[in-house]
């Protein structure tokens, strides 16, 4: 009777441990390329800004869309914007500093030497503009509209 005993409360741990990890792995998501998030700032009541760092060898539209249908749940917000990064040099170096605000700085052309993409997720429309090829300007980007909005009354 002891054996028994013993055993009941084995077999009821096995069974919940069984259970939450069945349960956490059906709400997890493996990507098939690297990122990293570098920054993740609740910038007002309304407004999230995330950075991503991402392999510069997964930057792809395809990838891009996987990136942001995945990161845009997580990150709740009236209106959420996402910058992806492809080279250490686009990112500022760490600091526990305060910020400064800037104005009228010097255009940095060798920002764009580098793949990126901003997502935003808007009330009105849910897009992402992205520069396909290195050394193009902001002007030159590709703009991939995810989804229309209806307007809100």
């Known amino acids: 009777m002891r054996k028994y ?25 493996t990507m098939d390329f690297h990122y990293l998030i570098v920054a993740d700032e609740q910038r007002s009541s309304v407004v999230r800004h995330v950075e991503v760092f991402l392999d510069e060898k997964a930057f792809s539209e395809e990838n891009l869309k996987k990136l942001f249908a995945h990161l845009s749940p997580k990150y709740p917000a009236t209106r959420l914007i ?47 503009r992205y520069n396909p090829t290195k050394k193009i ?3 030159e980007f590709k703009t991939v ?9």
């Open 82 to 128: 996402i910058e992806v990064f492809t080279d250490w040099n686009q990112l500022p170096l760490p600091s526990d500093c305060p910020g400064a605000g800037t104005s009228n700085m010097p255009d940095r052309p060798d920002l764009y030497d580098y793949h990126q993409a901003i997502y935003y997720n808007l009330p009105e429309r849910e897009y992402f």
């Open 145 to 153: 509209v995810l989804k229309l909005k209806e307007k809100q009354k």
């Open 137 to 139: 300007h902001s002007s």
């Open 5 to 29: 005993l013993y055993s009941v409360p084995i077999i009821f741990c096995v069974a919940l441990t069984a259970i939450a990890q069945s349960k956490r792995s059906s709400d997890c998501t």
